[in-house]
């Protein structure tokens, strides 16, 4: 009590409300790779400097741009007659290794796909397109830097497929680790599928090989497959465009030139509407990028829309021309449930009337009950948070039956809060969740001497409606 000493008039405000919980975010990814640049506003370096960017833009401002291909070619086959074009078809293909770089193309189908502001971790610069590999040490150390950061809630690897596949699942389960030693973010996962799975390949040999790579921490992570074409073109420099060009099974008159020759009025194969047209081409050619950068968009979009506890499935894919490979229901079936190491994959599927869709929901623990599902996981690891970086006000308090009190009536009050917004199910708060605190209840009389004040939450999580069985039976006419 304030001691007054001398004569006058005193306002005092004593606190009303009890503390509160804030909500910490749910969905900020961090994105690790190799980038064309690592430089501030400043040029100063930002190599293994977790950065917040907003935008594609700011991206492009502080990382740069995606590596021009230097492998791309033309294949023009044309049928004439009398001088006159009567067929043709124009397609592009790869005649050497791509870049192994996707950074830049996996924030643009990020933004795409509802993403917000996220972190972007750069290891380093690009790589040459052959030769050099990906580094574990390299991919590790930001990682590692990203360790230190409180704000990122979801890990991602867009180029993890173009590493040594042992090195990749290494790396996935150093991600899985620092999920569960910091418990409020999670690992989005893409199988090492790499070039194999493009238009066919053996999926159950990719599929066993990361079963069998992926080893603990499963609660932390889910993993989602196939690959999928985007809508964004290739970066590439006209000069480096090869043109193959039959007319009537034989060479053209482009055959051997570069897109580059084609525009110059100087060259002798200066056409501008040959060039316009095979431009069109390359540009619909689209990158091919592992989902998990489109993924993220989508866990932040809903994030935003309904709340972390909404399932990121049944949602359209945005920016997508289609998929590397086609999942049928019966080879979903043994991706989705594995009764032997119980890794859930989540597939990628088109359907005809619905676009391209995320069509899965399950964490890699598939066989665990409390954990099986990815916004069951998700919300509790929002919970945790908040209610840990709240309950920071009561360290050095007295632990007594008044501090006690306050904690609890703190969580109560927050969990409330996400009970009527939907994020738990029951008829009432009561059979939503409760909060224990106290002596005898949830500690010791040594507990409480040993300064150990323990709080102990239980939450009814909502559970999606994955399988939805519909039952029909003829009725018999009276």
């Known amino acids: 009590m304030t001691r007054y000493k001398t004569p006058g008039i005193y306002i005092e405000e004593g606190p009303v409300l009890l503390p509160s919980v804030t909500q910490v975010a749910t969905a900020i990814p961090a994105f690790i790779g190799y980038t064309q640049k690592a430089l501030d506003s400043n040029n100063v370096s930002l190599l293994n400097q977790p950065t917040r960017i907003t935008s594609l833009k700011e991206y492009e401002t502080f990382f740069g741009k995606a590596a021009n291909e230097d492998n791309l070619e033309v294949i023009w086959v044309q049928q004439q007659a009398a001088g006159v074009s009567t067929k043709e078809t124009i397609s592009v293909k790869f005649n050497g290794p791509s870049s192994k770089h996707v950074m830049y193309y996996a924030l643009q189908s990020y933004f795409a796909n509802g993403g917000g502001h996220c972190l972007i971790v750069s290891v380093g610069p690009f790589k040459e397109i052959s030769g050099q590999r990906l580094s574990l040490e390299e991919m590790s150390a930001g990682l590692y830097a990203l360790a230190r950061e409180e704000d990122p809630t979801l890990i991602v690897f867009p180029e993890g497929q173009n590493m040594v596949e042992s090195d990749y699942y290494r790396l996935q389960n150093d991600a899985l680790t620092q999920c569960n030693l910091s418990g409020d973010r999670f690992s989005i996962l893409d199988l090492h599928t790499g070039n194999n799975l493009l238009t066919s390949g053996d999926v159950s040999a990719s599929v066993a090989s990361f079963r069998k790579s992926i080893t603990h921490h499963l609660k932390y992570g889910a993993a989602y497959f196939p690959n999928i074409k985007t809508i964004f073109p290739y970066q590439y420099h006209d000069a480096a465009v090869d043109i193959v060009h039959m007319v009537n099974k034989k060479p053209g008159s482009f055959n051997g030139a570069a897109l580059a020759n084609l525009k110059n009025r100087e060259n002798a194969a200066y056409n501008r509407s040959a060039y316009t047209k095979i431009k069109q081409a390359i540009e619909a050619f689209g990158v091919v990028i592992p989902p998990s950068a489109a993924i993220a968009g989508v866990y932040v979009a809903v994030d935003t829309a309904r709340g972390v506890w909404k399932v990121p499935a049944n949602i359209e894919l945005k920016g997508v021309l289609g998929l590397t490979y086609h999942v049928t229901p019966t080879e979903q079936s043994s991706l989705n449930v594995d009764a032997v190491s119980g890794k859930s994959i989540n597939c990628i599927r088109s359907f005809n009337s619905k676009g391209t869709r995320v069509w899965g929901a399950r964490t890699l623990a598939g066989n665990d009950n409390e954990w099986r599902y990815i916004p069951v996981r998700r919300l509790f ?7 840990r970086k709240a309950s920071g006000q009561f360290v050095f308090e007295p632990n007594d039956a008044h501090t006690w009190v306050k904690a609890k009536a703190m969580i109560e009050n927050y969990l409330t809060i996400l009970w009527k ?58």
């Open 421 to 478: 917004r939907g994020a738990l199910t029951g008829t009432k708060p009561a059979d939503a969740f409760y909060v224990a605190c106290g002596l005898n209840q949830t500690m010791t009389a040594q507990d409480v001497l040993n300064g150990n004040l323990i709080v102990e939450i239980g939450m009814a999580a909502i559970r999606p409606a994955e399988f939805i069985i519909l039952r029909f039976s003829v009725k018999m006419r009276q």
């Open 381 to 387: 690891n929002m919970v945790e948070e908040s209610c």
